[in-house]
């Protein structure tokens, strides 16, 4: 594949679905230091963990996309968003009637299946090909990646794609 093909070889489609971003996701927010990254960058500099995850899951493989993903992102806003505030919403109460905390880990687990649709839609992004270009040799550095793609600049964002980056198996290279 070249720098400006939108076709995506075969070969790396395979080895994208043997790795999909779902899984891939929620080891990766399981690791050590990882939610605490995600919490900050999403409350604080409002980056969408959805689509940090999927840059982070397509640096792994070697890849960029700039495609915009509009779908993903009309998702996140319209339907994960509200059952996000919702959920927050019912903290202070929850705490004292469990009717109330009942309904907010149902809405918890809804909040959670919205973000697995989001992840779905951005894996089927990639998996198009659309806007889908090899990493340089050598790949930047992850941290420098998403602080560019995600217009992160402010010090402890920058120390969470860091942390982000370390969580990341160092073993690894791009094919």
């Known amino acids: ?18 790795a999909p971003l779902w899984e891939f996701a929620l080891a990766l927010y399981g690791r050590e230091g990882i939610e605490a990254a995600c919490l900050s960058l999403q409350d604080e500099a409002s980056v969408d963990v959805c689509e940090l995850l999927w840059h982070c899951w397509l640096h792994h493989h070697g890849l960029a996309c700039d495609a915009r993903p509009d779908e993903a992102r ?15 919403a019912l903290k202070p109460e929850a705490r004292e009637h469990e009717g109330v905390a009942e309904l907010r880990r149902s809405i918890q687990q809804a909040e959670l299946q919205a973000e697995r649709e989001a992840l779905r839609r951005l894996e089927g992004l990639a998996l198009a090909g659309a806007g889908l270009s090899r990493l340089p040799t050598p790949p930047p550095r992850l941290a420098d990646f998403l602080a560019s793609r995600l217009q992160v600049q402010k010090k402890p964002h920058l120390s969470a794609l860091d942390a982000l980056e370390g969580q990341l198996d160092p073993s690894w290279t791009p094919s």
């Open 1 to 18: 594949m070249t720098h400006d093909s939108t076709e995506l070889p075969s070969a790396l489609r395979d080895r994208l679905q043997q």
């Open 74 to 88: 009309r998702w996140q806003r319209e339907v994960t968003a509200p059952l996000r505030r919702l959920r927050r």
